[in-house]
């Protein structure tokens, strides 16, 4: 599975973005994707999470209410609209799919993009 992501940017505090992560390859073996970010010098993390068939969600406390993922059906392309922006959402958000045998998951990821919250 390869991903790619779009919609990274520059956007003022309280601004929104919508991010968009499209899966090729085996995306029927796909059985979550998710978005992480980084920031500098800090470590990557889980932003949001989505699973295939039921669409269960996960979202990290600092964006609970602000930010939302969501899929199409066949698991091909997952996006984050991102709202009322915060400086510290600033980082590389990075695309991630687990995918092949759930209880031994391959996980690919995406070359990243850009998002940069200004105050």
């Known amino acids: 599975v390869q991903l790619v992501e779009s919609g990274g940017g520059l956007v003022q505090t309280g601004g929104s973005l919508r991010l968009s992560c499209v899966a090729s390859?085996?995306?029927?073996?796909?059985?979550?994707m998710g978005w992480y970010r980084q920031a500098p010098g800090k470590q990557r993390e889980l932003v949001a999470a989505?699973?295939?068939?039921?669409?269960?969600?996960d979202y990290a406390d600092s964006v609970k209410g602000r930010f939302t993922i969501s899929r199409d059906n066949a698991m091909n392309t997952v996006y984050l609209q991102m709202n009322n922006l915060k400086p510290e959402d600033t980082a590389v958000y990075y695309c991630?799919?687990?995918?092949?045998?759930?209880?031994?998951?391959?996980?690919?990821w995406g070359p990243g993009t850009q998002v940069t919250v200004s105050s």
């Open positions: 989505i699973t295939s068939g039921e669409g269960d969600t």
């Open positions: 991630n799919a687990d995918w092949s045998n759930i209880d031994d998951p391959t996980r690919s």
């Open positions: 390859g085996d995306t029927f073996t796909i059985f979550r």
